[in-house]
């Protein structure tokens, strides 16, 4: 029985030498951190919080205007939603067709919004989906654009967003302020965008009614702008252009015709800086922000796309181009400021 004894215990000796050899390697080998947070741990950097969204823009056309509304709806979704939204971003380079073939492959990706840049490509949108929330920047009247009898300013389905109109009231008034004695007004613009027969028509109400006899002066496409254009300027005192796309694509057609000649008027600055007098300008870069904002509501807080009104420009400024004020020879009446200035 002793015997055993001793041999037990001596085993257990053993062991526990055996036991503290292994617990010795721990003097030079770091041990795991413990859970209670006293040793700091290294981990992958942290991804930004919040969900993942993928948004689709169609763009027309390659202007500044449109350039400046896609930046300043990019900018407000970063800002606001930074790390969250892929943005697909693609420009129809002034195809309409092409708008529609974008516009398909956004939905079959089903993205979670479609920023639409201009009229065609709001159109497309407005055609390929009904479900997927839809938000339209560039656009001068909604309810022309989509086709909507007595527009009240809500869309009412997917699509919303914001508007380009300067006050066509005020649009006409300038002409008044810079020719108030002029009597033929030409008001030229492509007959193909329904915005801008809506801009002329109304624009046309507020010149005659200040006693002004306006002409229509539509050009189809790019083939005969230039003949119409010099039809306008051989009947016209003064010329009108709203703010209409392909005017904004080929200002030099007109500017080749009109400068030194004949006073140009704009519906916005793009069109003024490359062939106008003066212009009641916004921030495109304004509403594509505003876009942006009203895109991060919709995808974050599930704001009702259907119930959100169109927003419009906040301020209006009026601007004009001084080269081609020199041209002309002309006195800038008081509070404008220079395009680029």
């Keep these: 029985m002793k015997l055993r004894k001793w041999m037990t215990l001596g085993l257990a000796g053993a062991l526990a030498l055996s036991l503290c050899a292994c617990g010795g390697g721990a003097d030079t080998t770091p041990a795991p951190a413990e859970s209670n947070g006293s040793t700091p741990v290294e981990s992958p950097a942290a991804e930004p919080a919040g969900d993942k969204y993928v948004v689709g823009i169609c763009q027309l056309a390659p202007h500044p205007a449109l350039d400046a509304a896609t930046q300043g709806f990019k900018e407000a979704l970063e800002e606001l939603l930074p790390g969250q939204v892929d943005i697909q971003e693609q420009n129809a380079a002034g195809d309409t067709p092409t708008c529609a073939t974008i516009i398909n492959g956004f939905v079959s990706n089903n993205v979670d919004l479609i920023m639409a840049n201009a009229t065609a490509p709001?159109?497309?949108?407005?055609?390929?989906?009904?479900t997927i929330p839809v938000l339209g920047t560039s656009i001068t009247e909604y309810g022309v654009a989509l086709g909507i009898e007595g527009f009240t300013g809500t869309v009412g389905s997917n699509v919303s967003g914001t508007s380009d109109l300067a006050p066509l009231d005020?649009?006409?008034?300038?002409?008044?302020?810079?020719?108030?004695d002029a009597t033929d007004i030409g008001l030229i613009y492509c007959s193909a965008e329904p915005n801008s027969q809506y801009q002329v028509d109304n624009v046309q109400k507020y010149l005659e009614d200040m006693g002004y006899t306006c002409a229509q002066y539509p050009f189809s496409d790019t083939n005969d702008m230039a003949s119409?254009?010099?039809?306008?300027?051989?009947?016209s005192d003064v010329l009108y252009v709203p703010t209409d796309n392909t005017a904004a694509n080929n200002t030099g057609i007109i500017d080749n015709i009109c400068r030194g000649?004949?006073?140009v008027f704009a519906g916005e600055e793009g069109i003024c800086g490359g062939c106008g007098v003066a212009t009641l300008s916004i921030s495109y870069y304004d509403i594509g922000y505003k876009t942006g904002e009203m895109a991060a509501d919709i995808l974050a807080n599930g704001?009702?796309?259907?119930?959100?009104?169109i927003e419009y420009a906040p301020q209006f400024v009026k601007k004009y181009n001084p080269a081609i004020c020199e041209a002309l020879g002309l006195t800038v009446p008081e509070g404008y400021e220079a395009i680029g200035g």
Excluded: F, G, H, R
């Excluded at 005020?170 to 108030?180: D, H, N």
């Excluded at 704001?303 to 009104?309: F, G, I, K, R, Y």
């Design 122 to 130: 709001l159109q497309a949108a407005a055609s390929a989906t009904d």
């Design 261 to 263: 000649v004949i006073p």
């Design 303 to 309: 704001a009702d796309v259907s119930t959100m009104a």
């Design 170 to 180: 005020q649009q006409a008034q300038m002409i008044k302020e810079w020719y108030p």
């Design 228 to 235: 119409v254009v010099q039809d306008a300027v051989s009947n």
